[in-house]
């Protein structure tokens, strides 16, 4: 994992996406070849129990990486605590044209405008059922960009329903910026009606299938103090099980002045880190312990985790910061959660 500086500038002499899909198919077969446990060290255990699943460790992958599910194992041996595929959508999806994945090394950011892009949700189950993986799996769905958003909620519920049997828990991604107008989701009248939807096809589901599998929502970053309280509200009100904070963000202050700034998407890295840890901040005093929040954006080190997990969250969610420091970092989270999320999961 030391040698990851050493080859990150070949990577990032190639396109985002090529880089992309080479690093995930050399895991992957690193994972089938039974190689990985040379390359990546057994990391300590540091079990925590939440949404009333038992996690291995608190660090986790978030979605997007994987989006179909087709590099699980070789993820997974990387050493985290649970691992994030998706967003999947009821059916096959291009995605926006290429490009639409944008390195910022002076910021240690990536924007990306990917658009959902995936093979569709019977695609994911299929690899999601080839996989060795047995710890813990989440699974995001969300909708196709050419349902109407008042039609949204039939995309969410299919995705459910095919992907409960396979899921440790699901989330609900309502905070994309790269699905027109998908973050209208996350309001009002809309809201109530999407969650009161899927909580109700969750009861029948844990009946029919005698498996609870906790829903999860995840939010953006991009919303006010006054959005943020009512949101909670709406998650109690709900009774859903946890909360993803955040998504990538649309603001562009820190970062405006470099090469690729102005590229339409969503932001992640680095310039998210204060913000991110900032909605858990303003979360955790609403929901308490009466649900989880799930922290993701910006950790960049362990002492961004650490920072996340002493606002308040019980897990951690890693992305773009494996891009810039490489496998290494998910060891040095692991290592180095134990104090403060041993502290907020009392």
Not at 117 to 146: H, R, Y
Not at 193 to 222: F, G, M, N
């Amino acid at each position: 994992m030391h040698f990851y500086p050493l080859y990150r500038p070949v990577l990032f002499s190639l396109p985002p996406e090529t880089a992309h899909h080479f690093t995930l198919s050399v895991l992957q077969r690193l994972s089938t070849l039974k190689l990985s446990s040379l390359l990546f060290p057994t990391l300590p255990a540091k079990p925590c129990q939440v949404m009333g699943l038992n996690f291995p460790n608190p660090v986790g992958l978030a979605a997007g990486l994987d989006k179909n599910g087709e590099y699980i194992d070789g993820l997974a041996s990387l050493g985290f605590g649970f691992v994030e595929i998706g967003t999947i959508t009821p059916r096959p999806q291009a995605g926006n044209p290429q490009p639409r994945l944008f390195r910022l090394p002076q910021a240690r950011a990536l924007i990306n405008r990917l658009g959902f892009n995936n093979a569709g949700v019977d695609a994911l189950i299929a690899n999601v059922e080839k996989a060795k993986f047995t710890g813990i799996l989440g699974i995001n769905i969300g909708k196709n960009a050419t349902t109407p958003l008042e039609n949204a909620v039939d995309d969410y519920l299919f995705c459910l329903r095919k992907v409960y049997a396979y899921a440790d828990y699901v989330t609900v991604n309502i905070s994309s910026p790269n699905t027109a107008n998908l973050r209208q989701l996350q309001h009002g009248d809309e809201l109530d009606r999407l969650l009161s939807t899927l909580k109700q096809a969750q009861r029948e589901l844990a009946d029919s299938q005698q498996k609870y599998v906790p829903l999860v929502v995840k939010i953006a970053p991009d919303l006010t103090r006054e959005e943020l309280q009512t949101i909670a509200e709406k998650l109690l009100y709900h009774q859903i099980d946890g909360v993803i904070a955040t998504n990538t963000t649309l603001a562009r202050q820190t970062v405006e002045d470099l090469p690729y700034a102005s590229e339409a998407g969503g932001l992640s890295g680095q310039p998210l880190t204060q913000r991110a840890t900032a909605v858990v901040a303003d979360l955790y005093p609403i929901l308490q312990d009466k649900i989880p929040i799930i922290a993701v954006g910006g950790i960049m080190s362990a002492e961004d985790a650490q920072a996340k997990f002493q606002a308040g969250a019980k897990l951690v969610q890693l992305y773009t910061g494996l891009i810039y420091e490489g496998a290494g970092l998910v060891q040095a989270v692991v290592c180095h959660s134990t104090a403060s999320s041993t502290l907020k999961n009392r």
